[in-house]
């Protein structure tokens, strides 16, 4: 089994969660305007995770994937996007651990507009419960 048909009997359990399903990938729209799009694409043995415009990390174990999404549909993640001007330029992950927001991980790219104003976003999804049942 693809890990998009992983994902797709995971989300079963989950009728209010939408997705669209392409051929190597599946997109977890955000499901309000507070929120961020998940997307997932296997090539091969790899399985890539993307949270919002640009944060993302491979895997090779299936597993570890789902716990990635399920992650971040939950309360418990939150991506930070920093932007010079409309140009966004560093996606930080943060996990929220006895009431603090701690920083996971975060991918940053130069922006060639570095003396435009800064600002910071940050999106939140809420639609699975954090640790997951078991």
């Known amino acids: 089994m693809s890990i998009i048909e992983d994902v797709k009997a995971g989300l079963a359990q989950y009728p209010e969660v939408q997705f669209v399903e ?16 998940i997307l997932v694409m296997q ?4 399985i890539t ?3 919002g415009e640009g944060w993302n990390e491979q895997f090779t174990d299936p597993a570890e994937a789902v716990q990635c999404i ?3 549909l939950s309360p418990a993640c939150r991506l930070v996007t920093a932007y010079r001007g409309s140009s966004p330029y560093r996606w ?3 996990y929220l651990e006895d009431g603090e927001w701690l920083e996971f991980t975060a991918e940053k790219y130069f ?6 104003p800064k600002k910071v976003v940050y999106r939140q999804n809420r639609v ?3 640790p997951p049942p078991h």
Request: charged share 15%; no cysteine.
């Open 22 to 37: 392409a051929e190597t990938t599946l997109t977890i729209p955000a499901a309000d305007n507070d929120g961020f799009a």
């Open 128 to 130: 699975l419960a954090w």
């Open 70 to 72: 399920i992650f971040g």
């Open 43 to 46: 090539l091969g043995s790899v």
């Open 49 to 51: 995770v993307v949270y």
């Open 92 to 94: 930080t992950v943060e």
């Open 111 to 116: 922006s060639l507009a570095f003396w435009r």
